[in-house]
């Protein structure tokens, strides 16, 4: 499957903005979606991940409360609303496929090649 992020930006702290990430092919309810972020000079961090229906979604504690996961599986598409967004989410966002869902990216075997989301204080 391939993956394609978009919807970053730039905006104030305390706005929100919604991610959205297509997957090319008929196979993408079959795979479990991942949401993580790369700040500068920091590794990777798990964001948010979903299971196959919908019906089961996991969250980083930093983000618990202000970000939602969700997906369409009928549009191929998931996506990441961001609520309350401080300065500190500024990173760059990258989504992900696998099998698991899991806050771990080495279980996510397809990824995305990220949308920038920059929050101003």
């Not at 919807?7 to 090319?24: E, F, T």
């Not at 409360?65 to 966002?93: C, Q």
């Amino acid at each position: 499957v391939q993956l394609q992020a978009s919807g970053g930006g730039l905006v104030q702290a305390g706005g929100s903005l919604k991610l959205s990430c297509a997957a090319s092919g008929r196979t993408f309810r079959s795979y479990v979606m991942g949401w993580f972020r790369q700040a500068p000079g920091k590794e990777r961090e798990f964001v948010a991940a979903i299971n196959r229906s919908g019906g089961y979604t996991i969250y980083a504690d930093s983000v618990k409360g202000r970000f939602t996961i969700s997906r369409d599986n009928a549009k191929n598409t998931a996506y990441l609303r961001m609520n309350s967004l401080k300065p500190e989410d500024t990173a760059v966002y990258f989504c992900a496929a696998g099998s698991v869902v899991a806050d771990t990216a080495r279980a996510y075997d397809y990824w995305g090649q990220g949308t920038l989301v920059t929050v101003s204080s």
